[in-house]
């Protein structure tokens, strides 16, 4: 058990609906990353933040959109959905370095 | 983005002989590296890393190669098990971000 939790593990859905994916990082982890996994694919980087704030942001589309609370939990927001974002999408927290991911959430758009 | 790349896509070992994973990076300012381990449906576990001033680090049955004249990492498993089975990454941290191969899938025949 990495201390990363997602919610919820499994999310099925129709073509222009909207998600919301949640990510508790581990106790004490500042830095949050969002991470898209489609089938075969690597990992791709879509967002960080950390402490609250946007700190990097990679191939993210802007249907995509993620925010980081106070209290260091993050949400990944999905809307106007596509068959093609249908993928494993992974939240990982670090202290400083060594990223730690969660089981993630396979999203099935339909 | 940062070209993270891996040189096998597959790869298939006898259990109880030896696995070496090769990745190559192509940014030689890139100081530190993971390799993960990722199991059918569950999210990359870490299983050892590596900073840019070192050139060998051993864990438990796995060794970290990094040849930064090459830029050339690779991570050795000694005596394979079935539960060695999976896909393994390898990371690079630039900056903020971690940039991920794309993946070889090991597969240990028993």
């Known amino acids: 058990d990495s201390g990363v939790t997602q919610t919820p593990k499994h999310l099925i859905t129709a073509t222009g609906q909207r998600v919301t994916l949640r990510c508790s990082p581990r106790s004490g982890d500042l830095s949050v990353y969002w991470y898209q996994q489609s089938l075969d694919q690597g990992l791709q980087f879509l967002i960080q933040y950390y402490n609250g704030e946007e700190r990097a942001k990679g191939n993210i589309l802007e249907r995509f959109s993620a925010q980081q609370f106070p209290d260091l939990h993050s949400e990944l927001n999905l809307s106007s959905l596509e068959l093609g974002d249908s993928a494993l999408y992974f939240c990982?927290?670090?202290?400083?370095?060594?990223?730690?991911f969660g089981q993630g959430t396979r999203l099935t758009v339909v | 983005g940062e070209s993270v790349g891996l040189h096998l896509p597959t790869l298939s070992v006898q259990e109880g002989d030896n696995s070496i994973i090769n990745c190559a990076y192509s940014n030689s300012a890139s100081d530190y590296f993971i390799w993960y381990k990722q199991e059918s449906g569950k999210g990359p576990q870490f299983i050892i890393d590596?900073?840019?001033?070192?050139d060998k680090r051993q864990g438990q049955r796995v060794t970290v190669l990094l040849n930064k004249t090459v830029k050339h990492l690779s991570l050795q498993i000694a005596a394979t098990q079935p539960g060695d089975s999976a896909v393994y990454f390898c990371?690079?941290?630039?900056?903020?971000?971690?940039?991920f191969g794309t993946g070889t899938s090991l597969t240990v025949i028993p």
């Open positions: 590596i900073r840019s001033n070192m």
């Open positions: 990371a690079e941290l630039l900056g903020n971000q971690f940039y």
């Open positions: 990982a927290s670090s202290p400083d370095g060594e990223a730690f």
